[in-house]
């Protein structure tokens, strides 16, 4: 076997090796196959023809970009299921009664009747206590 031919042998090897490394990154990290949806109310009686999932992916998306920890394969995890919940709930606080959002111009507490001024972190806090 000549260079030419060997040279080609190891770049044809190379890459089928990059693609078999790329197909087994593709599907660790593809979302898997959705295979069936189905609408239930939980309760009340909602018009489920205008039921939609937009409203909890918009409250999903907005939790991952503002907790470090619900984004994949970070280090910034919680070791205890505690320490999860906590969070959890400081972050639906602070977005809840101290973020003035940009289309109410308010806090979603004070549209909603809740709270009557835009909470300071100090007083999410002491509320926890």
Same mark, same amino acid.
């Given at each position: 076997?000549?260079?030419?031919?060997?040279?080609?042998?190891?770049?044809?090897?190379?890459?089928?090796?990059?693609?078999?490394?790329?197909?087994?990154?593709? +599907? @660790?990290? %593809?979302?898997?196959?959705?295979?069936?949806?189905?609408?239930?109310?939980?309760?009340?009686?909602? /018009? $489920?023809?205008?039921?939609?999932?937009?409203?909890?992916?918009?409250?999903?998306?907005? +939790? @991952?970009? %503002?907790?470090?920890?619900?984004?994949?394969?970070?280090?910034?995890?919680?070791?205890?299921?505690? /320490? $999860?919940?906590?969070?959890?709930?400081?972050?639906?606080?602070?977005?809840?009664?101290?973020?003035?959002?940009?289309?109410?111009?308010?806090?979603?507490?004070?549209?909603?009747?809740?709270?009557?001024?835009?909470?300071?972190?100090?007083?999410?806090?002491?509320?926890?206590?």
């Amino acid at each position: 076997m000549n260079l030419k031919n060997r040279i080609n042998a190891i770049n044809k090897k190379l890459s089928l090796n990059q693609q078999g490394a790329f197909a087994q990154w593709a +599907v @660790r990290y %593809s979302p898997s196959a959705c295979v069936g949806c189905e609408r239930n109310s939980v309760f009340g009686n909602p /018009n $489920l023809s205008r039921a939609s999932t937009s409203h909890i992916e918009r409250q999903n998306l907005t +939790v @991952r970009m %503002s907790m470090r920890r619900m984004t994949r394969l970070t280090n910034a995890f919680s070791k205890k299921w505690v /320490n $999860l919940k906590w969070s959890y709930a400081l972050q639906f606080a602070y977005y809840n009664f101290c973020r003035i959002h940009q289309t109410l111009k308010v806090t979603p507490a004070m549209e909603a009747g809740i709270a009557d001024h835009v909470w300071s972190l100090s007083e999410v806090i002491e509320l926890a206590k």
